[in-house]
């Protein structure tokens, strides 16, 4: 059976259907070999025919280079304005992203691609406008040069020899949801060059004899044609795979490349990139840190080249080890990596043998399996950049000239000390002087520096030498021992020396390294334990601050937006133009501000504190140093930065599950409350309406009792309303008391003549002690407590069960107790008896539950206590206390 072969024209445009995002722009790329073959001219050819079919189309930059076919073609096309920026006295005009997102069109067109902005615009590469439109949903078309792509520059300054500044990441490719190569024959692009239809006729002989070189433009298109079949090839493997269609699949081939300070770096990155992406194959970009310091400038490039890696589509790891072999080795079969990338060693001979051969020598040797790609560098790059390009720079030389003096002034000193020994103690021999100048060599190498050591490692064998071995004062050695004595010595301080500075070196770093691990524990730690959201962002603000030596401003999220002020704690101060960059970051999700290409002219930098789920806030830092920071500090900080994030999302859930719990709890109320109110609204309604049914054409006797019956039914009806509203009044905090001196006997009075047809069946006792204070009191509130408690004694006590109710003063307080001589209550529900709509379980049916909840309520709110217990005799007791702190004021005589 034949093997399927899928039509090609029919998958790409299957391709296009299927990796339509909603939501999501599409990008189309014009490119060509060089400029001059027609990709502006043919963007805005197709764009006058999408525009004929009613697609809504604007030019959001085009240059025509004064071209009077291409300026043609314009007409008819809406042109958005573009904007103005004024740098250095000279006003620079840039496209202006935020009118074509405002405009908001179906396509957009974007001329030079890989053009880098004026300075003040808010991103410094144009590609970046067009990844912020793609992201908003708007389409784009856009053009480019082949020799714009960032992992095709190196052949392009081979081929050439220019070097191209604008380049774009090869990621923008892989955006790509369609590619038209615009293709001219070097012949022809040159005849066009002749006619002046590319350049001004002043600039056609240069670049005609440089550039446009017959030879430079066959290579070109090459690259073209095949940059253009890789692509189409991926696109067709990838929805091949999907489809499950036979035919070639993405390797099983991982690479990974050594990377450093050395500007050859930028090549190895950019070569492992192509070679990536020919075998379909994820890749890493590893920097192996090293006891050996790097100067600024070296930092600076490290970052740079490791944002290189990181911008091409690479995962960038950073290790620290000895042994930068091993420590490789050992990272590629931790992370399964099939193939090492390294640069070709430029030490001489003698220097491979001294260190046991080359980097390259040590990997072939321990690799195994792992294949080991040796990339050779430009040779027109200068001697100076190629030495140790895939290593670390060399040590840098932090030992002042006063250090020097302080080495040389410690031998001095324990020489001259050694002389005076000798002298007057002639039996030591200078044995015993030369271990003394080694104890000196390393104790500078301790606390001084490896170069100091070094030097004194010198000095001290030459006057070892000449001060202390016989013949003493010269520099000759009269017996072969001391010869070899004297060699042994000067190789073992030297050693000696420079493994001490090493140690010291590694004990730096090792610090340095526990710091930042220290520093993320206390985040993380201080973090979790905080008990709220002000603590966490207070300890986060702090952390941070104090790590990275910096001002720092939280905002965090507000609905939809972005709070217009930092959080309380922050230390940075945001005003309305940092703001406006913060909400960038918010809304794209990206960092911005200073360090970034993102309105890099911004004070501070704002990131983003993204997780899984969505954008909390943004994280404002302000670093008081002026320099860059190092790519650990970029990392660091990242990291810092996930950690604030998550922690923010976790008390976000928390707030949101305590609202949920609220929420669940207030409708569990709510159910109760309606099936209770519902069942004590139904037994006085159906009262009323039975009475009021049976008047008519009753005996006056009955009519007597039906009114009655009405009246109690009614107050019933009342209490439940007065007891609503009391508890929504002590729920919101909107109570308030109407103080007065009352006398509690006439309170208890008028109560007990409120529930007096409920106390016909239950024998009531009242015992009021003489000469009783007048008390400060709501008397209609507290009146209302009494009435309460009496309606709960009858309701739940069997008939005939006496009840109580006496008053008495007790310690600075009014002691009112209501007890009965009935069932009392289950000890288990002693604690709960007060709760909202909690009622004792095998009690009747009747109440709302609230009754006793809000006795208390209203008892705390004079500032008292409402308690029950059971009585030792039988029966509940409840007990209120009210304060008496003042004596009632003196009564007014009228005058007669």
Same mark, same amino acid.
């Given at each position: 059976?034949?093997?399927?072969?899928?039509?090609?024209? #029919?998958?790409?445009?299957?391709?296009?259907?299927?990796?339509?995002?909603?939501?999501?722009?599409?990008?189309?790329?014009?490119?060509?070999?060089?400029?001059?073959?027609?990709?502006?001219?043919?963007?805005? /050819?197709?764009? &006058?025919?999408?525009?004929?079919?009613?697609?809504?189309?604007?030019?959001?930059?085009?240059?025509?280079?004064?071209?009077?076919?291409?300026?043609?073609?314009?007409?008819?096309?809406?042109?958005?304005?573009?904007?103005?920026?004024?740098?250095?006295?000279?006003?620079?005009?840039?496209?202006?992203?935020?009118?074509?997102?405002?405009?908001?069109?179906?396509?957009?067109?974007?001329?030079?691609?890989?053009?880098?902005?004026?300075?003040?615009?808010?991103?410094?590469?144009?590609?970046?406008?067009?990844?912020?439109?793609?992201?908003?949903?708007?389409?784009?078309?856009?053009?480019?040069?082949?020799?714009?792509?960032?992992?095709?520059?190196?052949?392009?300054?081979?081929?050439?020899?220019?070097?191209?500044?604008?380049?774009?990441?090869?990621?923008?490719?892989?955006?790509?949801?369609?590619?038209?190569?615009?293709?001219?024959?070097?012949?022809?692009?040159?005849?066009?060059?002749?006619?002046?239809?590319?350049?001004?006729?002043?600039?056609?002989?240069?670049?005609?004899?440089?550039?446009?070189?017959?030879?430079?433009?066959?290579?070109?298109?090459?690259?073209?044609?095949?940059?253009?079949?890789?692509?189409?090839?991926?696109?067709?493997?990838?929805?091949?795979?999907?489809?499950?269609?036979?035919?070639?699949?993405?390797?099983? @081939?991982?690479?990974?490349?050594?990377?450093?300070?050395?500007?050859?770096?930028?090549?190895?990155? +950019?070569?492992?990139?192509?070679?990536?992406?020919?075998?379909? #194959?994820?890749?890493?970009?590893?920097?192996?840190?090293?006891?050996?310091?790097?100067?600024?400038?070296?930092?600076?490039?490290?970052?740079?080249?490791?944002?290189?890696?990181?911008?091409?589509?690479?995962?960038?790891?950073?290790?620290?080890?000895?042994?930068?072999?091993?420590?490789?080795?050992?990272?590629?079969?931790?992370?399964?990596?099939?193939?090492?990338?390294?640069?070709?060693?430029?030490?001489?001979?003698?220097?491979?043998?001294?260190?046991?051969?080359?980097? %390259?020598?040590? $990997?072939?040797?321990?690799?195994?399996?792992?294949?080991?790609?040796?990339?050779?560098?430009?040779?027109?790059?200068?001697?100076?950049?190629?030495?140790?390009?895939?290593?670390?720079?060399?040590?840098?030389?932090?030992?002042?000239?006063?250090?020097?003096?302080?080495?040389?002034?410690?031998?001095?000193? =324990?020489?001259?000390?050694?002389?005076?020994?000798?002298?007057?103690?002639?039996?030591?021999?200078?044995?015993? %002087?030369?271990?003394?100048?080694?104890?000196?060599?390393?104790?500078? #190498?301790?606390?001084?520096?490896?170069?100091?050591?070094?030097?004194?490692?010198?000095?001290?064998?030459?006057?070892?030498?000449?001060?202390? =071995?016989?013949?003493?004062?010269?520099?000759?050695?009269?017996?072969? &021992?001391?010869?070899?004595?004297?060699?042994?010595?000067?190789?073992?301080?030297?050693?000696?020396?420079?493994?001490?500075?090493?140690?010291?070196?590694?004990?730096?770093?090792?610090?340095?390294?526990?710091?930042?691990?220290?520093?993320?524990?206390?985040?993380?730690?201080?973090?979790?334990?905080?008990?709220?959201?002000?603590?966490?962002?207070?300890?986060?603000?702090?952390?941070?601050?104090?790590?990275?030596? #910096?001002?720092?401003?939280?905002?965090?999220?507000?609905?939809?937006?972005?709070?217009?002020?930092?959080?309380?704690?922050?230390?940075?101060?945001? /005003? &309305?133009?940092?703001?406006?960059?913060?909400?960038?970051?918010?809304?794209?999700?990206?960092?911005?501000?200073?360090?970034? /290409?993102?309105?890099?002219?911004?004070?501070?930098?704002?990131?983003?504190?993204?997780?899984?789920?969505?954008?909390?806030?943004?994280?404002?830092?302000?670093?008081?140093?002026?320099?860059?920071?190092?790519?650990?500090?970029?990392?660091?900080?990242?990291?810092?930065?996930?950690?604030?994030?998550?922690?923010?999302?976790? @008390?976000?859930?928390?707030?949101?599950?305590?609202?949920?719990?609220?929420?669940?709890?207030?409708?569990?109320?709510?159910?109760?409350?309606?099936?209770?109110?519902?069942?004590?609204?139904?037994?006085?309604?159906?009262?009323?309406?039975?009475?009021?049914?049976?008047?008519?054409?009753?005996?006056?006797?009955?009519?007597?009792?039906?009114?009655? /019956?009405?009246?109690?039914?009614?107050? +019933?009806?009342?209490?439940?309303?007065?007891?609503?509203?009391?508890?929504?009044?002590?729920?919101?905090?909107?109570?308030?008391?109407?103080?007065?001196?009352?006398?509690?006997?006439?309170?208890?009075?008028?109560?007990?003549?409120?529930?007096?047809?409920?106390?016909?069946?239950?024998?009531?006792?009242?015992? =009021?002690?003489?000469?009783?204070?007048?008390?400060?009191?709501?008397?209609?509130?507290?009146?209302?407590?009494?009435?309460?408690?009496?309606?709960?004694?009858?309701?739940?006590?069997?008939?005939?069960?006496?009840?109580?109710?006496?008053?008495?003063?007790?310690?600075?307080?009014?002691?009112?107790?209501?007890?009965?001589?009935?069932?009392?209550?289950?000890?288990?529900?002693?604690?709960?008896?007060?709760?909202?709509?909690?009622?004792?379980?095998?009690?009747?049916?009747?109440?709302?539950?609230?009754? $006793?909840?809000?006795?208390?309520?209203?008892?705390?709110?004079?500032?008292?206590?409402?308690?029950?217990?059971?009585?030792?005799?039988?029966?509940?007791?409840?007990?209120?206390?009210?304060?008496?702190?003042?004596?009632?004021?003196?009564?007014?005589?009228?005058?007669?």
């Amino acid at each position: 059976m034949d093997d399927y072969r899928p039509d090609p024209d #029919a998958l790409l445009k299957a391709i296009q259907k299927d990796e339509a995002q909603q939501g999501h722009g599409k990008l189309k790329i014009f490119f060509g070999m060089s400029a001059g073959v027609g990709k502006t001219y043919t963007m805005l /050819d197709t764009a &006058q025919r999408l525009k004929e079919e009613g697609v809504d189309v604007v030019v959001g930059y085009v240059e025509t280079h004064k071209r009077a076919e291409t300026e043609a073609l314009l007409e008819g096309l809406e042109i958005i304005p573009r904007q103005k920026l004024e740098y250095r006295g000279t006003v620079l005009e840039e496209m202006d992203t935020d009118a074509i997102l405002r405009r908001n069109p179906q396509l957009v067109l974007v001329d030079e691609l890989a053009h880098t902005n004026a300075p003040g615009a808010r991103h410094t590469k144009r590609y970046q406008d067009v990844s912020e439109l793609l992201e908003a949903g708007i389409d784009v078309y856009t053009t480019i040069n082949v020799q714009h792509f960032e992992s095709r520059a190196d052949a392009v300054r081979q081929i050439t020899g220019i070097t191209i500044q604008e380049t774009v990441p090869d990621t923008v490719l892989d955006m790509a949801d369609a590619i038209e190569l615009i293709d001219l024959s070097p012949d022809d692009l040159r005849k066009r060059l002749a006619e002046g239809k590319v350049y001004t006729p002043e600039r056609i002989e240069v670049a005609s004899n440089s550039f446009f070189r017959t030879g430079n433009l066959t290579a070109l298109r090459e690259m073209a044609l095949r940059l253009t079949a890789e692509h189409v090839d991926h696109k067709l493997q990838d929805y091949m795979q999907v489809k499950s269609i036979a035919g070639p699949w993405k390797s099983g @081939e991982r690479l990974m490349v050594a990377v450093g300070p050395s500007p050859f770096s930028e090549q190895l990155i +950019r070569w492992t990139r192509r070679m990536a992406y020919n075998l379909e #194959a994820p890749w890493l970009a590893v920097y192996v840190e090293t006891a050996n310091l790097l100067s600024p400038e070296a930092k600076e490039r490290l970052a740079q080249n490791l944002s290189m890696a990181r911008e091409l589509g690479g995962e960038v790891v950073m290790t620290s080890g000895s042994d930068i072999d091993q420590t490789l080795i050992r990272l590629a079969q931790q992370r399964n990596v099939t193939q090492i990338v390294v640069g070709k060693p430029q030490s001489s001979r003698l220097q491979r043998i001294m260190k046991g051969g080359s980097l %390259v020598d040590k $990997l072939v040797r321990s690799s195994g399996d792992i294949d080991i790609y040796v990339v050779t560098g430009d040779k027109s790059e200068p001697e100076a950049q190629n030495r140790s390009r895939f290593l670390p720079s060399q040590p840098v030389q932090h030992s002042s000239w006063k250090e020097y003096l302080a080495a040389i002034a410690v031998v001095a000193t =324990i020489t001259g000390l050694d002389a005076l020994l000798l002298n007057s103690m002639p039996w030591v021999g200078y044995q015993a %002087v030369g271990l003394t100048e080694l104890l000196a060599v390393l104790l500078i #190498a301790v606390y001084i520096g490896r170069g100091p050591a070094l030097l004194a490692a010198a000095i001290s064998a030459v006057s070892w030498n000449y001060l202390f =071995i016989e013949p003493r004062y010269t520099f000759e050695i009269s017996q072969v &021992q001391d010869i070899i004595l004297f060699s042994l010595y000067f190789v073992i301080a030297i050693f000696a020396g420079n493994l001490t500075a090493r140690i010291r070196t590694q004990e730096r770093q090792s610090r340095y390294n526990a710091e930042r691990t220290t520093a993320l524990y206390a985040l993380a730690h201080e973090t979790a334990t905080a008990i709220n959201m002000d603590d966490v962002l207070k300890t986060a603000v702090a952390q941070i601050g104090r790590v990275f030596n #910096a001002e720092v401003a939280i905002l965090l999220r507000h609905s939809e937006k972005l709070e217009t002020q930092p959080h309380p704690c922050s230390t940075l101060q945001v /005003d &309305q133009k940092e703001y406006s960059v913060a909400t960038w970051s918010f809304e794209n999700g990206k960092p911005a501000g200073r360090f970034t /290409d993102t309105l890099p002219l911004a004070s501070a930098q704002y990131l983003p504190l993204l997780t899984p789920s969505r954008t909390v806030g943004v994280l404002g830092i302000r670093i008081r140093q002026s320099e860059h920071p190092s790519f650990d500090q970029e990392v660091l900080l990242e990291t810092f930065t996930h950690q604030v994030a998550l922690v923010i999302e976790r @008390e976000l859930l928390d707030e949101a599950a305590e609202q949920s719990a609220m929420l669940h709890e207030s409708e569990r109320l709510f159910t109760t409350l309606l099936n209770s109110i519902s069942h004590e609204l139904r037994t006085p309604i159906a009262t009323i309406t039975g009475a009021a049914s049976s008047l008519q054409g009753a005996s006056e006797t009955a009519r007597n009792d039906l009114t009655q /019956d009405i009246q109690d039914a009614a107050s +019933r009806l009342n209490r439940l309303v007065e007891n609503l509203l009391d508890m929504s009044r002590l729920d919101s905090g909107r109570l308030k008391l109407k103080l007065d001196w009352c006398d509690i006997g006439e309170v208890i009075g008028v109560a007990v003549k409120q529930v007096e047809r409920g106390l016909s069946d239950h024998p009531l006792t009242l015992y =009021i002690a003489p000469d009783l204070p007048l008390v400060q009191m709501d008397f209609v509130l507290m009146e209302q407590v009494l009435v309460n408690l009496l309606d709960n004694a009858c309701s739940y006590t069997p008939t005939g069960t006496q009840i109580q109710v006496t008053a008495t003063m007790g310690d600075q307080s009014l002691l009112i107790m209501v007890s009965d001589n009935g069932p009392g209550i289950p000890p288990a529900d002693l604690d709960r008896i007060f709760e909202k709509f909690y009622r004792v379980p095998g009690t009747g049916t009747g109440g709302t539950g609230l009754g $006793l909840s809000i006795c208390r309520g209203l008892v705390e709110a004079h500032g008292g206590q409402l308690t029950v217990d059971n009585a030792p005799e039988g029966g509940a007791r409840f007990s209120i206390h009210l304060p008496v702190t003042a004596a009632p004021p003196p009564v007014k005589e009228a005058a007669l």
